[in-house]
């Protein structure tokens, strides 16, 4: 049996002069859980439509379960969950699931599915009554209906507020310990961190970064340094900071405000602390969205691997 659920293989999409994907190869075994980082306009959705077969790559190939996209969709092994997705607004939801269900051949498992994704008290609720989480958990219905193996996600929680994000993640959790291999883009970085064992990161329509989600923080991992101080103290404290500095470190200082940024402060923060004048020290490690901000700002972003 093929191991792979998602391959996309050299591929490449141009609209008019943009290019929207530029030469990704990514593999995602069944089982996995993996995170689509990237800034706006960084391909996700075109990547994810071209491994669904909704759009066609100029060059490359993309195969679900080892065969053609299509082919997996018409066997209910792919749920999905687009941006693009709308339901008709003036249905009722328990009317659409019933139909979908029954259109899918899965009739049987409606009751299941209903209670898995805490719908039961919206199926007599029309959709354009639906507020912004309780949409989402009724297109998770949809995506889950004909128990597919893979579930593919496009920012799925987005607009939603902390609780109903809270809240949807708890419902994944349950499909990802079924054992689904689950993909999905996202801008929420804690989502990932939270969520996904692998995170690839997409900039310029290319992977810069793939690998387990806390080898992609640790890939930029440094120490941020803040502290106030006052403006006529600063030439005497930078002398004093020449020695805890390393060579790597950048100090920025301006309006008296200090922030250095380095692989290991620890000095340079027993320096801080030890003069007078300064206030408001704090040294806290990188995060997920630091390593974003670098893997994605930095102009032709080399290929990282965790
Ligand atoms: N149908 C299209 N026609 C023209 N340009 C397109 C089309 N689809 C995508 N693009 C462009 O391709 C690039 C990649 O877009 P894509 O939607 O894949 O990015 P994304 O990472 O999903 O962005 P977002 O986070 O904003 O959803 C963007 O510059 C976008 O404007």
Do not use: Y
């Amino acid at each position: 049996m093929d191991t792979t659920a998602l391959a996309l293989s050299g591929v490449t999409k141009s609209f008019g002069d943009t290019k929207a994907v530029a030469g990704i190869d990514i593999a995602i075994k069944r089982g996995e859980i993996v995170a689509l980082l990237g800034p706006n306009g960084s391909g996700k959705t075109t990547s994810l439509d071209i491994a669904l077969g909704l759009t066609s790559p100029d060059s490359g190939s993309a195969k679900l379960f080892g065969a053609d996209p299509i082919a997996a969709i018409n066997r209910n092994l792919v749920g999905v969950m687009l941006q693009a997705n709308s339901l008709p607004t003036d249905d009722r939801v328990g009317r659409i699931i019933t139909l979908l269900a029954r259109i899918a051949g899965a009739s049987g498992t409606v009751d299941s599915l209903v209670k898995r994704t805490e719908i039961d008290g919206l199926l007599t609720r029309h959709v354009a009554q639906l507020s912004g989480g309780e949409l989402q958990r009724v297109r998770l219905a949809i995506a889950l209906i004909g128990d597919p193996e893979l579930l593919i996600l496009d920012e799925p929680t987005a607009g939603m507020d902390p609780n109903a994000r809270r809240n949807f993640w708890r419902l994944m959790r349950r499909e990802a310990d079924a054992g689904r291999t689950i993909i999905f883009a996202t801008h929420q970085l804690n989502e990932a961190e939270m969520f996904a064992p692998r995170t690839i990161v997409l900039s310029h329509g290319s992977v810069v970064a793939d690998g387990p989600t806390a080898e992609v923080r640790g890939l930029t991992a440094s120490q941020h340094l803040t502290a106030l101080i006052d403006e006529e103290n600063w030439p005497t404290l930078h002398d004093q900071l020449a020695d805890a500095l390393a060579e790597d470190d950048s100090v920025d200082f301006a309006r008296g405000q200090l922030a250095i940024t380095g692989a290991d402060l620890k000095d340079v923060a027993i320096a801080v602390l030890s003069s007078p004048d300064t206030h408001a020290v704090e040294l806290r490690n990188s995060t997920l969205d630091d390593s974003f901000e670098m893997l994605t700002t930095t102009p032709d972003a080399e290929r990282v691997t965790a």
